[in-house]
Structure formats: structure tokens, C-alpha cells
């Protein structure tokens, strides 16, 4: 079994890191999803910072942006800075010593993934508490090309969509079903033309790892804490 991230020597996140497997020009692909999502957000916290291009950029367009980062080698080659304003801090999702209900969205785009099964609930709870409602997240559903199927070392825990929607139910999120439809106006080849929501799910939910209806990238957005803002947007039907 893979042990916990906090007995883990963060080594091995440093030469993952350095040797230039790192998701961040990915996540930064996708942060204009979240924007779009929640126009009205001022302070933003990104869980799994990488080489903080995303923390850089909403800095850049007026936005308060924070992160927090495991890997010390990406904090000291790419973040020290932003870790001298109190902007970006090393440490795991579960440590992460920001306030709680500190900021207006919550992001972490192919982060969860990596983290050992046993840490799971307390990174979720975490990611819960630190936002005030929104959790805008990628979690992918697939092994890493580096991973050994029998003993993968990268993508730890590859699990289902149930899955994660049971751990962030069990910290009082819920899936909200009206920004995942309207990501699905912008990503169709996610679902068959004619997809239906029934009961809050859609045909388009993974079946363990063999459905070929929901694509890369795996979005996972939450409300929490009984959330019902949606930052200057306004419910429509789809």
C-alpha cells in the first residue's frame, strides 16, 4: 500500500517535479472554465499549485490568489516569491494552514489523483473548509503513463466518479449539476447527443473505469457548506 503523503519523504514529489512531468500548463488551460464559472470571485486558492502559473495569472488580472504546493522543489524553483508574500506555502492539501471559509473558489486540477487513498478524507475536508462554497476541480480517471498498472507510484488513487462524489459528500458537498451542464455545452464530446440528468446523475457519469462517455478533462465542482452563490451568474436552464 502507499503510504501517507505526511510520512512520505516529499522527495519523490521533487524529482517528479524536476524531471518536468507537471500538470501545470494544463490546469492553466482550464482556469478560464472556473472564471467563466464564477465571475463575481475575488479570492481564489489553488490546491496542487505546480510551478504556480495559475496563482501568477490571476494575480495578474486583479484577483486575490493563493496556493499551497507539496513539492519543494516547485515552491523554491517557481513560487519562492509569492511564498515571501504569504501567497503561495509548502504543504500538503490536508495541512494547508490558510483560514478556513477564506476564499470565494476553491481550484485543484489533476492533484487528487496523486494523493494516497488514506489521505483522501482528510485532503477533501480540508479542500471544503478552506473554501466558502464552490470546489472547481479536475481529478483524473486514469493511471499515469509512468504508472505499473499492479503498483502504480504517480496516480495512487484512480477511483470511479461515486467515489469522489462520497468523500466530498461525507465534508457536506454536493455536486452542483448546473455548472457541470454548462461545462458540457463547451466539452460535447463528453456525452452522447442526446444525454439526460436523471436524479442528479447523468448518462455521461463514469462506470468504474471503463465508460467511454466522459473524457479528459474529468471535472468535479462542488458546493459546500450549504452553498447556494453563484457570484453574479444567474441559474438557466440548459
Not at 496542487?48 to 493563493?66: E, H, M, P, Q, T
Not at 511564498?83 to 483560514?99: D, E, H
Not at 455545452?185 to 467511454?212: E, H, V
Request: charged share 20%.
Amino acid at each position: 500500500p502507499v503510504p501517507s503523503a505526511e510520512n512520505r519523504n516529499t522527495s519523490f514529489y521533487d524529482k517528479y517535479a524536476e524531471s518536468g512531468n507537471t500538470e501545470a500548463l494544463y490546469g492553466a488551460s482550464l482556469i478560464h472554465m472556473a472564471i467563466y464559472a464564477y465571475p463575481g470571485a475575488k479570492n481564489w486558492m489553488g490546491a496542487g499549485a505546480g510551478s504556480c502559473v495559475i496563482v501568477r495569472y490571476l494575480d495578474k488580472i486583479g484577483l486575490n490568489s493563493f496556493g499551497s504546493e507539496f513539492s519543494e522543489y516547485n515552491v523554491a524553483k517557481y513560487c519562492d516569491d509569492l511564498r515571501s508574500r504569504g501567497r503561495v506555502v509548502q504543504s500538503s492539501i490536508a495541512q494547508t494552514p490558510f483560514q478556513n471559509h477564506s476564499f470565494d473558489v476553491v481550484t485543484s486540477f489533476e492533484v487528487l489523483e496523486h494523493i494516497p487513498e488514506v489521505d483522501i478524507p482528510d485532503s477533501c475536508e480540508r479542500l471544503a473548509r478552506l473554501s466558502k462554497g464552490p470546489l472547481f476541480l479536475t481529478i483524473s480517471q486514469r493511471l499515469s503513463k509512468l504508472d505499473d498498472r499492479e503498483n502504480p507510484t504517480v496516480h495512487v488513487t484512480v477511483k470511479p466518479r461515486e467515489y469522489w462524489d462520497r468523500q466530498f459528500a461525507a465534508v457536506g458537498c454536493t455536486p452542483d449539476f448546473y455548472q457541470l451542464k454548462l461545462l458540457l455545452r463547451y466539452y460535447p464530446s463528453y456525452c452522447k447527443p442526446n444525454f439526460t440528468w436523471k436524479m442528479g446523475i447523468s448518462n455521461c457519469a463514469m462506470k468504474g473505469q471503463t465508460s467511454l462517455l466522459e473524457k479528459e478533462p474529468w471535472f468535479f465542482i462542488y458546493k459546500c457548506n450549504g452553498d447556494s452563490t453563484f457570484f453574479g451568474t444567474t441559474e438557466k436552464k440548459c
